[in-house]
T-cell receptor, first 112, second 113 residues
């Protein structure tokens, strides 16, 4: 069966520090991968999605970047965090066909 | 006009009540409709999946899609305290760029024992 792993669960980082969040998927090949941010009252905001290794599409201009170095690995990064980067970050994957996304357990990031 | 509108609530009901959650949408190209349940501090989990119009039932949950009205609903019968969560609707077009779901903002539901 397919599983998605996302870590860490909680992170507190100072303003200006770098960020690296990692997501891996098991049990499937060539998944579509997504990074979302969820802020209170604002719903789910799609940040990046990837349909293959090295293929990244950005949905919103921001302080973040994403990379997909391996088929089932998706990384969200920042060189210098801003206070506004605080939020709940979710990784998700989907396969062929419209059967919805499977989400990871999320990372709660607080920038102080 | 936003593509998907969902009343954020909060919605508070007594245990055993029938709950109705709804979303409206503007894009007539949407063909696939989903409901996600998200517990506090957890990732959303897929609850119901429906293609095109009609009803789908799974235990205490029923999803309805009315494409003519661009309106979807999730009904929860005999609601339980464990149903307390945020419910998000989501939808996407058929074919083409089917990678991206459009989500509602979610409705916070509390079922009181």
């Amino acid at each position: 069966s397919q599983t998605i792993h996302q870590w860490p669960a909680t992170l507190v980082q100072p303003v200006g520090s770098p960020l690296s969040l990692e997501c891996t998927v098991e049990g499937t090949s060539n998944p579509n991968l997504y990074w979302y941010r969820q802020a209170a009252g604002r719903g789910l905001q799609l940040l990046f999605y990837s349909v293959g290794i090295g293929q990244i599409s950005s949905e919103v201009p921001q302080n973040l970047s994403a990379s997909r170095p391996q088929d089932r690995q998706f990384i969200l990064s920042s060189k210098k965090l801003l206070l506004s980067d605080s939020g709940f970050y979710l990784c998700a994957w989907s396969g062929t066909g419209n059967y919805g996304y499977t989400f990871g357990s999320g990372t709660r990031l607080t920038v102080v | 006009q936003k593509e998907v509108e969902q009343d954020p609530g909060p919605l508070s009901v007594p245990e055993g009540a029938i709950v109705s959650l709804n979303c409206t949408y503007s894009n007539s190209a949407f063909q696939y409709f989903m409901w996600y349940r998200q517990y506090s501090r957890k990732g959303p989990e897929l609850l119901m999946y429906t293609y095109s119009s009609g009803n789908k039932e799974d235990g205490r949950f029923t999803a309805q899609v009315d494409k003519s009205s661009k309106y979807i609903s999730l009904f929860i019968r005999d609601s339980q305290p464990s149903d307390s969560a945020t419910y998000l609707c989501a939808m996407t077009r058929s074919g083409g760029s089917n990678y991206k779901l459009t989500f509602g903002k979610g409705t916070l539901l509390t079922v009181n024992p």
